[in-house]
């Protein structure tokens, strides 16, 4: 016998998950500091305490947003590359699926852009979730191995080098986003921002044309 369907708008999953996506779609559409656990547990069909049960606060609930977000991102990057041998090219690849990713999923780019160096309140530390430090931890994998192969250049420091690029990435992206709402000067698509990065990744290695080549 089949099952019924959901009626329109009504929540469905398990109350978890319900939570984290409703809470995702509020807080990019309201912003976090207007968003209330009441309104989230509302609309996802269940109550505060269960709320706090899975995440704590709504702080715990960015957080978890945050890790569900770069575990996703990091897996496609890690898959995208899995047969990519030239580690230039892995960069470039890595920061096509971030695109990709961000593209597919504009809840979680605003939040990312907007919220993602957002201060807690307890010990006045910015969140790092394990999610994106494994993300980290992909980029700078191949860093060093462009260093070991002597692609990068020698006085460069791969983790400088990452932070750069991740600087610029978010920036431009920011950039982007408050184009598209308020109008800020910032006329150019992601082909371009990928092309920026390969010019600035270029200036960080010894020989262009070689390191496309080193497998």
Same mark, same amino acid.
């Given at each position: +016998?089949?099952?019924?369907?959901?009626?329109?708008?009504?929540?469905?999953?398990?109350? #978890?998950?319900?939570?984290?996506?409703v809470?995702?779609?509020?807080?990019?559409?309201?912003?976090?500091? #207007?968003?209330?656990?009441?309104?989230?547990?509302?609309?996802?069909?269940?109550?505060?305490?269960?709320? !706090?049960? #899975?995440?704590?606060?709504?702080?715990?609930?960015?957080?978890?947003?945050?890790?569900?977000?770069?575990?996703?991102?990091?897996?496609?990057?890690?898959?995208?590359?899995?047969?990519?041998?030239?580690?230039?090219?892995?960069?470039?690849?890595?920061?096509?699926?971030?695109? %990709?990713?961000?593209?597919?999923?504009?809840?979680?780019?605003?939040?990312?852009?907007?919220?993602?160096?957002?201060?807690?309140?307890?010990?006045? !530390?910015?969140?790092?979730?394990?999610?994106?430090?494994?993300?980290?931890?992909?980029?700078?994998?191949?860093?060093?191995? +462009?260093?070991?192969?002597?692609?990068?250049?020698?006085?460069?420091?791969?983790?400088?080098?990452?932070?750069a690029? !991740?600087g +610029?990435?978010?920036? !431009?992206?920011?950039?982007?986003?408050?184009?598209? %709402?308020?109008?800020?000067?910032?006329?150019?698509?992601?082909?371009?921002?990928?092309? +920026?990065?390969?010019?600035?990744?270029?200036s960080?290695?010894?020989?262009?044309? %070689?390191?496309?080549?080193?497998?």
């Open positions: +016998m089949l099952s019924a369907a959901p009626e329109p708008g009504k929540a469905t999953g398990s109350t #978890h998950e319900r939570i984290l996506r809470s995702k779609t509020l807080f990019a559409n309201r912003g976090y500091e #207007h968003t209330s656990t009441s309104a989230i547990a509302r609309q996802a069909g269940t109550s505060e305490s269960q709320l !706090m049960k #899975h995440f704590g606060n709504k702080a715990g609930l960015l957080e978890a947003i945050f890790i569900e977000g770069w575990t996703q991102i990091t897996d496609e990057a890690r898959a995208a590359i899995q047969d990519v041998t030239a580690p230039l090219l892995k960069l470039q690849t890595i920061s096509g699926s971030v695109l %990709r990713s961000l593209e597919r999923d504009p809840e979680l780019k605003l939040l990312l852009l907007l919220e993602g160096r957002r201060i807690r309140k307890e010990g006045q !530390m910015v969140s790092l979730t394990q999610g994106f430090l494994g993300f980290v931890e992909l980029v700078d994998g191949v860093l060093y191995e +462009m260093r070991d192969l002597n692609i990068l250049r020698p006085e460069l420091s791969p983790q400088a080098v990452r932070s690029l !991740m +610029m990435l978010e920036g !431009m992206l920011r950039d982007r986003f408050l184009a598209d %709402r308020l109008g800020f000067p910032a006329d150019f698509n992601l082909q371009q921002v990928q092309e +920026m990065l390969a010019c600035v990744l270029g960080f290695i010894v020989n262009p044309q %070689r390191s496309a080549q080193v497998t």
